[in-house]
């Protein structure tokens, strides 16, 4: 993996980089906010030890299964999907499919999952750190009533897997009296920063994918970055830089991809970012484009639009495929002048083409390179992201491994359910949106 950033003041880059590192082994040390949610950190080792067991586990659970629901939301859905859509064959059907619930309110979705799974042998993976979520809560009660339907409650009892707390909330109480397998998600670590614990690899075990390979990509990565304490470590730039460019104003960070296996990835990186920066009036906004399609969308405001934004572009060196384009006799659409060049040839041009207007018309960018979209990659890039943003969210001054902030809608949402506890909240807020 390597990075460029933008041109910066010498001196400023190198003070910043002194920060970022003096933050690290804050971290590590664990001298810093919300240290006793830093398990995360070992993760690429740890995980090593339950790679066995959930092989084994994946292996007889998705035996026989048409499709697979993994139920979550958040940190407890978005590092398994990232990685899930991001590797999967782009048009064949798998078996078992694996389909995601748990992470909306959408009755129009969770009527036609339903509908979908009636004449199918199903699954479910059912994760959740608290157990007491409410959007995963209702999905899984929904499907669980479905599986025990159509399978009989022993059978459905063998067709669930639970991932949660060791001993806490609804969901282990549930797993317990049920006899459904369950994996642990440790205590000390928070969902955004779980991927790389069962809440990750047990759902993509079951899809298939190479989970020793993603936990080897990050114990790496992992590596390289404790063991670099020079100026040339990629996540003390990366934090460095992305810290100088919010003290010079900007506001907004748009996580860049050109290649469609990252798509899902930026909405892990989004969450990632935003719930552990983005509070006490801080952090710098976390959003992402998909390019080249979004050139021809965001591109315009990108170039010309409010100078609010940086972009942080994800290249892949290497497509997995080769495909070129022909050559056409008639040369009606003009396009001769490139045949005979593999597709990533003009991607990369396209890649370069944007750097240069975007960056000349005042959006600075930091470029992320990695080898190819693989397992080992994925794995890579998510210890990277995640050491920095913890560096980066302790140099801002900020608790990186809480979300406070996501409470605000849930305590209105059971007030105007009439959750009970929370009646006289309720008369209030009802009164409220009257006169709104
Ligand atoms: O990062 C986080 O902590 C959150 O996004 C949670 O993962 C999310 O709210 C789901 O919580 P739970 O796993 O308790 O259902």
């Known amino acids: 993996m390597k990075i460029v950033l933008p041109e910066f003041e010498s001196n400023k880059i190198s003070k910043a980089i002194d920060n970022a590192r003096n933050q690290f082994d804050k971290l590590i040390s664990k001298q810093g906010k919300g240290n006793d949610f830093l398990g995360w950190l070992d993760l690429p080792v740890y995980c090593k030890s339950i790679i066995d067991e959930i092989k084994e586990a994946a292996k007889n659970f998705s035996e026989g299964l048409d499709a697979v629901v993994v139920v979550g939301i958040g940190g407890s859905n978005l590092g398994a999907k990232a990685i899930y859509e991001g590797l999967k064959p782009k048009f064949e059907k798998l078996k078992p499919e694996i389909l995601f619930a748990g992470n ?170 935003g719930e552990s920066e983005g509070k006490e009036g801080k952090g710098l906004f976390p959003a992402s484009a998909n390019f080249t399609t979004d050139l021809h969308s965001l591109g315009q405001f990108i170039q010309e639009g409010s100078r609010i934004l940086f972009e942080t572009v994800i290249s892949v060196k290497q497509t997995k495929n080769n495909l070129t384009i022909p050559k056409n006799n008639d040369d009606t659409d003009g396009l001769n002048y490139i045949a005979g060049k593999k597709i990533d040839y003009v991607n990369k041009m396209a890649m370069q083409g944007t750097y240069l207007a975007h960056t000349s018309a005042g959006v600075p960018n930091i470029i992320i390179e990695i080898d190819k979209v693989d397992e080992y990659n994925f794995g890579g890039l998510i210890y990277f992201f995640e050491l920095s943003c913890a560096i980066s969210g302790y140099m801002l001054g900020v608790n990186p491994f809480d979300q406070p902030g996501v409470e605000a809608y849930k305590r209105n949402m059971f007030a105007l359910l009439g959750k009970p506890g929370y009646e006289e909240e309720g008369e209030t807020l009802r009164k409220k949106l009257k006169n709104a």
């Open 104 to 273: 909306n309110l959408d009755e129009d979705y969770h009527y036609e999952l339903v509908e979908y799974l009636s004449d199918k042998q199903f699954g479910i993976i059912v994760i959740s750190k608290s157990g007491t979520t409410t959007e995963p809560a209702i999905a899984f009660r929904i499907l669980r009533e479905k599986l025990e339907q159509t399978a009989g409650k022993e059978i459905a009892a063998k067709r669930i897997i639970a991932i949660t707390d060791r001993e806490k909330g609804a969901l282990r109480k549930l797993a317990n009296e049920e006899g459904y397998k369950t994996f642990v998600i440790p205590d000390d670590v928070g969902g955004r920063y779980s991927v790389l614990s069962p809440v990750g690899l047990v759902p993509l075990a079951v899809a298939g994918i190479d989970i020793e390979q993603l936990c080897k990509g990050a114990s790496d990565v992992r590596k390289a970055l404790y063991e670099d304490k020079s100026d040339e470590n990629i996540a003390f730039m990366y934090a460095a830089a992305r810290n100088l460019l919010y003290e010079q104003g900007y506001k907004v960070e748009l996580l860049v991809n050109y290649n469609t296996s990252l798509i899902t990835f930026a909405e892990w990186w989004k969450q990632l970012f």
